[in-house]
């Protein structure tokens, strides 16, 4: 399970007296549990400094049958986030029973975000259902 909520931090709300000229996207809430983990958001791109950059971990080798992973964003009005997985979602063969992937996105008036994740590779016997 992995939620994420970011919105805006203006000039003003910045801590210990820092300012700029542009507002920032900033994590409100959110939180993750095993076996996916979220990092601290980056801020790679200097010509988009209000863009907010997230990379999900997924620990262990790769999901089998009655595995679920959950994630649920929400970007508020004006946010700005890019989301992405630091590898492969693998698919292991199955007896019976399937794994399951599910997205949740909300973005508020001028918000944009955009998800891309790393490839997933279905293994022989796998069953995977991605909503």
């Known amino acids: 399970m992995l939620e994420l909520h970011v919105g805006l931090r203006h ?12 507002p920032t996207t900033v ?3 959110g939180g993750h549990r095993a076996p996916m983990h979220l990092g601290r958001l980056l801020y790679p791109d200097a010509s988009a400094p ?3 950059y997230a990379f999900v971990t997924t620990i262990g080798g790769g999901l089998l049958d ?24 693998r698919i ?7 794994a399951i992937q599910s997205t949740s996105i909300r973005a508020d008036e001028d918000a944009y975000v955009e998800v891309v994740p790393d490839m997933v590779i279905p293994f022989r016997g796998s069953a995977f259902q991605n909503d």
């Not at 000039?11 to 542009?22: A, I, K, L, Q």
């Not at 959950?70 to 979602?89: D, E, P």
């Not at 292991?92 to 399937?98: L, S, V």
């Open 66 to 89: 009655g595995d679920t992973l959950s994630t649920s964003i929400v970007a508020a009005r004006g946010s700005r986030l890019h989301v992405t997985t630091t590898g492969a979602t």
């Open 92 to 98: 292991y063969g199955m007896d019976h029973g399937i």
């Open 11 to 22: 000039d003003e709300d910045w801590p210990n007296g820092r300012s700029g000229p542009r």
């Open 50 to 52: 209000d863009m907010a």
């Open 27 to 29: 994590r409100l809430a």
